[in-house]
């Protein structure tokens, strides 16, 4: 497709499992960053990639989470024992080098 | 990184121009401004974007301050559909994360 991809749409876990949200990036997209949006905020740096390296992970909240793109295409946003406070919108953005940006529509990720 | 300063909401009639305006007094030589905007239930959208002169494009203006320390969007006709939420962000142009603060609503009256 033209944009970027992001699966599940929503996600509901249960406090304590594993979860893995899917980021396909616009072909060709040289750098790609993870976000978390709370609900009523904007969203938050959590991650940055260039290709397959993963230049800046300072935004990550603690080692339960945790990124990756092995290929330098398709990333993987993985959270394990989720918390009640991981509930939020997590999104994933592309760019072509020097260019401006293209978001995903979301995962919205619900632990109960 | 240089912060923005953004009124927390608007509210404007439709088919009327809107003037969003934002400060950022701290703003480096390197840093270019960045517009971007998030409609419900929707990842952010990339509006426009500039450096020292005002620019144009298909959606929007952006006007900036001759000094640099603020800057106005200009949506020149708004619709319903330019209801939204609305980022002001400072960032070098490349590879750079965008650090979003908490924007201001866009309220679009029919």
């Known amino acids: 497709g033209a944009g970027v991809s992001q699966s599940p749409r929503y996600k509901v876990a249960k406090r304590g499992q594993d979860v893995a949200l899917r980021c396909d990036p616009i072909s060709g997209h040289v750098s790609l960053f993870w976000y978390q949006q709370a609900l009523g905020q904007g969203p938050e740096f959590l991650t940055y990639?260039?290709?397959?390296?993963?230049l800046d992970k300072s935004g990550l909240p603690s080692d339960r989470f945790f990124a990756e793109r092995p290929e330098g295409s398709v990333s993987t946003l993985k959270i394990q024992r989720t918390q009640q406070e991981d509930s939020a919108v997590y999104l994933c953005?592309?760019?072509?080098w020097g260019g401006g940006y293209t978001f995903g529509s979301g995962t919205r990720l619900t632990v109960v | 990184d240089a912060k923005t300063t953004q009124p927390n909401s608007m509210e404007s009639n439709e088919e009327e121009p809107v003037h969003l305006p934002c400060n950022h007094s701290?703003?480096?030589?390197?840093?270019?401004i960045h517009w971007y905007r998030q409609l419900p239930s929707q990842g952010p959208e990339y509006v426009i974007h500039g450096l020292t002169s005002n620019v144009n494009n298909r959606m929007a203006s952006l006007a900036i301050a001759e000094d640099r320390k603020s800057s106005t969007l200009i949506l020149h006709r708004a619709t319903l559909r330019d209801a939204a939420v609305y980022y002001c962000i400072l960032s070098p142009l490349i590879g750079n994360k965008l650090v979003f603060g908490a924007g201001t609503i866009l309220r679009v009256k029919s």
């Open positions: 990639f260039q290709n397959e390296a993963q």
């Open positions: 701290t703003i480096s030589g390197t840093d270019y």
């Open positions: 953005a592309s760019s072509p």
